[in-house]
């Protein structure tokens, strides 16, 4: 697997489709890897070059010490565009990897052509929710990242996909059981300390919001707020949980590959 060498690890990577054609980075979810994307690397692999990671933390990529941050996995990200020699490139990340998108889209507006972010908020949850979570698993090691393997489903995915696609859910929610304990509560952190409300209107990169009408985690209201403060951007609600782009599959793809390409 081809890996970039960080100062304090290697961040694992893929990536695949014509050497030509532009540059696509997505981003995953936390606790899962990049292969969260597999449904979508048909489609837009015909259009672009698509550059996969797991981010720190996650996947085969390192789990270095302490808490992190949204900005330290945002320069992750920059580091692995320079090793590549990616001037700029379109961003599509889900849930965490839609807030290394903001903070990307903040920070380092010139890196990025458009962006799309996927069942995420300028704000995702409180500390009252991520505290005992990052407790938990602090605690209880990978018995935690299986307990929470079984109640991910209900927030993932709705009932009805659940029960209907086992085969869609279950290697997605095996990510999660995979985590790394440690880098899982790490990124906790970074999540429970992003808070990008404020600082929206910077964003310039044409974007993309996508919601899902049943995302108990990050809401339609949440990405109407986002869409609302982003100059131009455009809000895409598909029936589905956190997870839209496994659960809504071609309705999440055709849309998201027709703003990336016009």
């Excluded at 996969?52 to 933390?57: C, H, K, P």
């Excluded at 839609?98 to 949850?125: F, H, M, P, S, Y």
Aim: glycine letters at 8%.
């Amino acid at each position: 697997m081809p890996v970039v060498r960080l100062a304090d690890g290697e961040l694992n990577y893929q990536l695949e489709g014509p050497a030509g054609a532009p540059v696509l980075v997505l981003s995953n979810s936390l606790g899962t890897d990049l292969h969260m994307w597999d449904a979508q690397m048909p489609a837009f692999t015909e259009h672009f070059r698509v550059l996969r990671y797991d981010t720190r933390g996650h996947g085969h990529s390192l789990v270095s010490e302490g808490f992190y941050s949204i900005e330290q996995n945002g320069r992750d990200v920059l580091a692995l565009l320079d090793a590549l020699d990616v001037a700029k490139a379109h961003f599509c990340g889900l849930s965490m990897g839609g807030l290394i998108g903001q903070w990307l889209a903040i920070n380092a507006g010139e890196r990025l052509d458009k962006l799309v972010l996927c069942n995420t908020a300028a704000k995702i949850a409180s500390p009252e929710v991520w505290n005992p979570r990052i407790d938990s698993v602090l605690r209880d090691g990978q018995a935690a990242m299986q307990a929470l393997r079984d109640a991910s489903i209900a927030r993932w995915f709705t009932a009805a996909f659940a029960a209907a696609e086992p085969a869609k859910v279950e290697p997605v929610v095996a990510m999660l059981a995979q985590t790394s304990s440690q880098g899982y509560a790490a990124n906790c952190a970074a999540v429970r300390d992003a808070d990008y409300r404020e600082q929206l209107g910077a964003i310039r990169a044409p974007t993309l919001i996508v919601a899902g009408s049943a995302d108990p985690v990050t809401t339609v209201a949440d990405g109407r707020f986002m869409a609302e403060r982003i100059s131009g951007a455009r809000l895409l609600e598909l029936h589905a949980a956190h997870l839209s782009n496994v659960e809504a599959g071609e309705a999440f793809t055709r849309p998201v590959l027709d703003f990336l390409s016009h």
